[in-house]
């Protein structure tokens, strides 16, 4: 199931993907110009939804509602949401979906940040080894 999932190309989540027809100009025509589209030319009707974007980016699932959360919940790469029907790609009716998107735009993917510290923190522990400050 992850190799499914790791030959999909998704857009990347940018502010401006509430709207739809604008965004990024992709070099191969077969592909949509930008995540909204991309995700509502899956034919299910609806516009892109946040929960979804949440999970793509890495996000606990409900991080940019303004509900409380009272509990997180993190769902790996392992298997895409939409496709077990937990949280559908495109749906109608999401509360401040729009202000929820723009938030998710551009958004820092935590993985990475994870990694970065990561390296930092072991090329940081080699210098302290060597005798060297970092």
Do not use: Y
Not at 32 to 58: F, I, K, M, Y
Not at 78 to 107: E, F, H, M, Q, Y
């Amino acid at each position: 199931m992850l190799d499914q999932l790791a030959r999909r190309v998704f857009a990347t989540p940018q502010s401006r993907d509430f709207r739809t027809g604008e965004g990024h100009r992709w070099d191969n025509p077969d592909r949509s110009r930008n995540l909204n589209d991309q995700c509502a030319a899956t034919g299910s009707g609806g516009q892109l939804n946040p929960g979804w974007v949440e999970w793509l980016l890495g996000w606990p699932i409900g991080w940019t509602s303004l509900e409380p959360i009272t509990e997180l919940l993190w769902l790996d790469w392992s298997v895409d949401p939409a496709d077990d029907g937990s949280i559908p790609r495109v749906a109608t009716g999401i509360a401040k979906r729009i202000d929820r998107l723009k938030a998710i735009g551009n958004g820092q993917v935590p993985q990475v940040a994870a990694m970065a510290w990561e390296i930092l923190s072991q090329k940081a522990n080699k210098g302290n080894e060597d005798g060297h400050s970092v």
